[in-house]
């Protein structure tokens, strides 16, 4: 039995990024390449290659984007391989692209194809990642990353580090985007802070407008709720925030059981993103 020191890659991923981060991933344009070489010559309709490319061509690279950042240069040359496929019916000659490719990413509604754009769809596939690590914080995945990356602290205020992963490299650039459509769920407020969390439903800040008074950025969202009678306390809360803010914290319903409050997507019905 042959002695194997290092593998190339493990469960179809590569077990090892180094200083060039295209040369590992290149067997997915090859792949990719191959499969639309192989349809290019046949008899396919319109309504033929879009199914194509969209279960097939746009599917492969799924897997490890999900976990990896690709180059951008990588995945604009997967999106130019699309693009010749759906334009060119022969290898031989090279047609006219009538239709920028972002037009070809647009919706049906807005007159494109829906074809995915590949860089914003490797982005959306991370900030998955990092919404799994959000809310499910009993994986092994999680505890590992945070024993390694944010031992003491939490994951959308850890640093980068020293000698990161370039898995660890790819979630950690894809926070701001569960950022700035995340906001808190009020169940309790004990754990929400006023004036640095974001709790408000107001895209995109989330936060409410300060006065310009001297603000504790301690203060506990529990500290404005009378869980006595199960409402807001309106005094204190017209007496700290804007009537604006003011107006939008009365409307915000509590739950009598008093949960813990719950990180949410502001942008879908479910509250979960990409769900």
């Not at 640093?159 to 992963?165: C, I, Q, T, V, Y």
């Not at 506990?220 to 807001?232: C, T």
């Not at 990180?263 to 979960?272: C, P, R, T």
Request: glycine content about 6%; hydrophobic content about 40%.
């Amino acid at each position: 039995m042959r002695e194997v020191l290092s593998h190339e890659q493990y469960i179809g991923l590569p077990t090892m990024v180094g200083r060039s981060r295209k040369k590992p991933f290149l067997f997915i344009k090859d792949k990719i390449g191959k499969r639309l070489s192989n349809w290019m010559d046949k008899l396919l309709s319109w309504a033929g290659r879009e199914v194509l490319i969209k279960a097939v061509a746009q599917a492969i690279p799924t897997y490890a984007m999900s976990v990896f950042k690709l180059p951008s240069n990588l995945c604009h040359a997967i999106q130019s391989m699309i693009n010749r496929f759906w334009w060119n019916h022969t290898l031989q000659r090279r047609k006219i692209h009538w239709v920028s490719s972002d037009h070809l990413c647009d919706s049906k509604d807005d007159g494109g194809l829906g074809f995915r754009e590949m860089e914003a769809f490797n982005d959306a596939l991370l900030a998955k990642q990092v919404w799994r690590l959000l809310t499910e914080e009993n994986t092994l995945v999680y505890r590992l990353l945070k024993a390694r990356y944010f031992r003491s602290g939490e994951l959308m205020t850890a640093a980068l580090g020293s000698k990161p992963s370039f898995t660890w490299r790819s979630i950690w650039g894809a926070r701001e985007m569960i950022e700035h459509g995340s906001r808190w769920l009020i169940g309790n407020g004990e754990t929400v802070r006023v004036w640095t969390d974001r709790w408000l439903p107001r895209p995109y800040s989330f936060r409410p407008i300060t006065s310009g008074q001297g603000t504790d950025t301690s203060t506990l969202v529990a500290e404005f709720i009378d869980k006595a009678n199960g409402r807001w306390k309106e005094r204190e809360v017209r007496e700290t925030f804007l009537p604006c803010d003011a107006k939008i914290i009365y409307s915000l319903p509590l739950c009598l059981t008093w949960p813990n409050d719950k990180l949410i997507w502001h942008f879908s019905a479910n509250g979960e993103f990409f769900g």
